[in-house]
């Protein structure tokens, strides 16, 4: 239970308060879990900026959100997270008004990249359809 302390504290709180639609605390509390994780703890640091950059683009603050986001797209090298890439996924639709916005370009087209790179690293070949379930008429 190490990892459980102020900095998750704050995250969990940034959660509520982005999920009940008050992006301004949401935002304090996940720039304050994402101030607070120690540099061993690797992938709770890169899900703390994964919340805080969607807080941030939901909250209008493109720039800084896709200059977050791209912290935590540096981070997937070091931390393969489902939960992150989904958090990133959501930043991406946030920032969908603003992505003529060159920061926000740049971070749209590296993450869209980010995920094609990753995806084709940890999933298995596609099967050929002639080898899985029933056929098709």
């Keep these: 239970m ?3 302390g102020e900095p998750e504290l704050a995250f969990l709180e940034a959660q509520c308060w982005s999920l009940l639609g008050d992006g301004r605390r949401a935002v ?3 720039r304050h879990a ?3 994780a120690g540099p061993e703890f690797a992938r709770n640091r890169a899900l703390y900026r994964a919340q805080l950059a969607a807080d941030l683009a939901r909250d ?3 720039e800084e959100a896709a200059e977050v ?3 935590v797209l540096d981070a997937l090298g070091e931390v393969q997270s489902t939960r992150i890439r989904a958090m990133l996924a959501e930043t991406a639709r946030a ?3 603003w992505r003529t916005a060159p920061q926000v370009a740049a971070f749209l087209a590296r993450r869209t990249g980010a995920g094609a790179g990753a995806a084709s690293r940890t ?3 596609a099967a050929a359809p002639w080898t899985t379930g ?3 008429a």
């Design 2 to 4: 190490s990892f459980f």
């Design 28 to 30: 304090r509390h996940a």
């Design 34 to 36: 994402a101030a607070l």
């Design 60 to 62: 209008g603050a493109p």
């Design 69 to 71: 986001g791209g912290r």
């Design 95 to 97: 920032l969908e008004p």
């Design 123 to 125: 999933r298995p070949p």
């Design 134 to 136: 029933p056929t098709r």
